[in-house]
């Protein structure tokens, strides 16, 4: 019998309450440990956890790659497989591996089984896939099915042959369906991260809204809180399910009616609705009470389907190779030239490599001078010392590296009119000062697609682990 | 008359930037009580236009949301290169709320 089979045989309905604990908004960084046993005392019905998101940037999902360490990614999911597994409640975990492409899921599975290996755990698993294939993509493009979600331009065939991984972003129908399977534990590629922990509950029939609006909140743990943190929190959806409350379960943390409703503006373009596979979220209507000084209720946020299912499709690209030189200078002279001095290097370096190194680029990131600012440098006041970080992109990691090292040269050496650092116009505080730093991708696609067929889009397969069982391996 | 000169940096209790999504900038301005959020929604200074000459971006590249359940006022910029993409200065959008620090009401 599976965890999911012993929450179905005497299933919690809407007329009691239904509790889920979010252990992570982001697992992998260092769970604490405290609040997820305090958690654990309140006999969840649904332990959730996510694992990633595109927050990180491109290089995750574009190299197939984790975002956390190896080490603490096996300590998280290891505390959170063993309080389910000893508790034999469901475990959901989606976004695997920090961008859901299948090579996440593919690392994440093989961290899982060697955790149930070591801790003796036996689970059977539901897999869930999110790699969009291709084809179906081009297909969709062509029938003018694929839309842009803002400022990046709409996609063309090529764009979708050079993407390494194109993930979608999966809603409640998958986990549902992974549910109906009756495992222990579910892994899912990308995912919505509302639909960890609002899949349970629409499944046993609690009304859509209040369950997705306690949802949107409890993934990111306890950052809806004052102070906000990465504790685990207890979503309690109470009889009848028009109302829920949070908890946090650090004692010092508080959800308060303010810093609740505060949550909806967090990474969030339009406070007031969350815009899911199957319709849309309004949090217009919803209200916040204090239960007590750190427990509080919400009640009011309506549900509307959606008469086309869409789904969020990511994709990323290689763009080339990265080598950085990293540098300092406070010299005077130096920081008044700034602008000059970059066209001059610029134009030695264009000197020396353009005969035998094409298609690189060069950025000067220059702190003390606005290098942070992606709009208005214009308030930034001459400052007495500045950080050059010169991003160099090339064809390949040696084209990389030497860009940067050329440039590094006649930075060093760039003679100006006034100068005064004749010894040298930067300090390093290391060498090699550079750095070959991997490759370089970028988001190329952030859409949305229409599907027709969404439970084929995102397949499931079961696996049964045996950790229980020790095989001798004896050669 | 008395005139006073009321800082945005000294009356808001949070003031922050982070992306929305890839493609968006989102600043949340949080105030701690009903008289300095009254006051900052009706300050020209928040306004879109001002903020877009502030930011040095197009006016309809930006929009300000006005969220009573929160106090807050919440600014959304597009981005003029997606997230992550070689060029930008600032993959989360954490410190985009510079400019605002000067701003008074």
Known sequence: ?475 | MMKFIVRLIDVASVIRSKNAGPLQITLDILFPDATSYALACSSNALKASALAERYEVEPNSLSVIHYHPARAIKVVIDRPLVAGTPGDSDVYGAQQHHPLLDITL
């Open chain 1, 1 to 475: 019998m599976t965890a999911v089979d012993r929450l179905f045989a005497n299933p919690p309905h809407a007329t009691d309450e239904l509790r889920i604990l979010a252990a992570s908004g982001q697992l992998g960084y260092g769970i604490p440990a405290e609040a997820l046993a305090q958690g654990l005392k309140r006999n969840p019905h649904l332990i959730g956890c996510d694992m990633g998101s595109v927050d990180p940037g491109p290089y995750y999902l574009g190299s197939g790659k984790m975002a956390t360490s190896e080490a603490i990614t096996i300590r998280d999911l290891t505390l959170v497989l063993k309080a389910a597994r000893n508790l034999d409640i469901p475990l959901i975990i989606g976004t695997a591996g920090t961008a859901g492409a299948e090579a996440h899921l593919q690392t994440t599975l093989e961290l899982i089984r060697t955790i149930a290996r070591n801790e003796r755990l036996d689970m059977k698993l539901a897999i869930i896939h999110a790699d969009i294939p291709r084809a179906l993509i081009k297909e969709m493009l062509h029938a003018g099915r694929i839309h842009t979600l803002g400022p990046i331009p709409l996609i063309d065939d090529a764009a979708i042959d050079r993407a390494t991984n194109i993930v979608g972003q999966m809603g409640q129908e998958a986990f549902i369906r992974a549910l109906e399977m009756r495992p222990d534990v579910i892994i899912a590629g990308r995912a919505c991260d509302t639909a960890i922990f609002s899949s349970l509950p629409v499944m046993l029939g609690y009304p859509v809204g209040p369950a997705v609006h306690m949802a949107k909140i409890i993934e990111c743990s306890s950052i809806c809180c004052t102070p906000g943190g990465r504790d685990a929190i207890l979503g309690t959806i109470e009889p009848g399910g028009e109302s829920f409350t949070l908890e946090s379960m650090n004692p010092l943390r508080a959800a308060t009616p303010l810093s609740v409703a505060a949550h909806s503006l967090y990474e969030q373009a339009d406070p007031f609705s969350v815009h899911e596979p199957d319709g849309v979220l309004r949090v217009d209507s919803a209200s916040y009470e204090a239960v007590n000084e750190r427990v509080t209720r919400v009640r009011g946020a309506v549900w509307q389907p959606a008469s086309q299912i869409t789904v969020k499709i990511e994709g990323a690209e290689r763009v080339g190779e990265r080598a950085i030189l990293c540098a300092g200078s406070s010299d005077p002279r130096v920081i008044e030239n700034l602008a000059l001095i970059e066209q001059g290097v610029r134009g030695n370096v264009a000197s020396i490599l353009n005969d035998f190194i094409t298609g690189y680029t060069i950025k000067f990131h220059i702190y003390g001078t606005g290098a942070t600012q992606i709009f208005s440098k214009s308030k930034f006041k001459k400052p007495s010392e500045i950080f050059f970080l010169v991003e160099c992109l090339a064809n390949n990691a040696d084209h990389a590296k030497a860009v940067a090292g050329v440039t590094k040269q006649y930075l060093l050496h760039h003679g100006f009119q006034g100068r005064l650092s004749t010894g040298g116009n930067i300090a390093f505080p290391f060498t090699p000062p550079e750095i070959n730093a991997g490759t370089a991708y970028r988001f190329s696609f952030y859409h949305v697609m229409e599907v027709d067929n969404i439970a084929e889009l995102f397949p499931i397969e079961i696996e049964q682990i045996r950790g229980n069982v020790q095989v001798a391996t004896h050669v």
